[in-house]
């Protein structure tokens, strides 16, 4: 099987499995879901959902978060990961967007990423989650799952990654192929032990070619 034959597999097989993947993260607005992705940041999106309500109950948006001090927002989080530094970024990010951008989230990748507490990754996932732009996030499943299939070759970092799946992915599938791979990785390709016996993508995975079995010629 070629690359390009890989890649065709693979996103034929998900756009018939789960055609409208989503994030699982909860939001109401681009600021909401903003939040929400600085919180996820090597912490649970299930943890992030629990903790979120309380925050944007109190903070509904940029404004009333850039008055925020500390010792007010840290109790909200500190149950997520690396709660001080996040308490931080999201006040500081607040204020940005209030004296940068009017209170509204930019949708540019150069806009988001100069806030506070937002790299490459986040800006990739806003501006492809609210405005479906060709922009794919790469985090540890993506990573993972891209290069135990065999989407990405000798990619030593989730930047090469990134640009290997965009060369392969068609620009209007390049926002959903970031859930599709980030939630395979989440519940199918999962780290420590893949379900490989639940897969769909077998015929076309590298990883179980050479580790579980000779894949069998199938269709999706």
């Not at 993947?21 to 939001?27: I, K, S």
């Not at 065999?150 to 640009?163: D, F, I, M, Q, Y």
Request: glycine share 4%; net charge positive.
């Amino acid at each position: 099987m070629t690359r390009k034959q890989r890649y065709q597999f693979v996103l034929h097989y998900f756009s018939r499995h789960n055609p409208d993947a989503a994030t699982e993260l909860l939001y109401d607005s681009p600021f909401q879901l903003l939040v929400a992705v600085i919180l996820s940041a090597q912490c649970t999106d299930k943890r992030v959902n629990m903790t979120t309500p309380a925050i944007f109950e109190r903070y509904p948006d940029a404004l009333s978060l850039s008055k925020a001090t500390v010792d007010e927002l840290f109790p909200l989080i500190r149950s997520i990961s690396y709660p001080n530094n996040k308490t931080k970024h999201l006040i500081g990010m607040a204020k940005m967007l209030v004296e940068t951008f009017n209170g509204e989230v930019p949708l540019t990748i150069d806009e988001l990423v100069r806030l506070p507490g937002v790299g490459r990754k986040t800006a990739n996932v806003i501006t492809s989650v609210v405005d479906n732009q060709p922009n794919m996030a790469v985090d540890t499943h993506v990573f993972r799952v891209a290069a135990r299939i065999g989407l990405t070759v000798n990619a030593k970092t989730p930047l090469a990654a990134e640009r290997q799946l965009v060369q392969f992915i068609p620009r209007e599938q390049v926002h959903i192929a970031h859930h599709w791979l980030i939630l395979h990785g989440r519940y199918i390709c999962v780290a420590r032990t893949p379900k490989c016996a639940e897969c769909g993508l077998k015929p076309a995975c590298k990883y179980y070619a050479k580790h579980v079995g000779k894949a069998p010629a199938a269709h999706p």
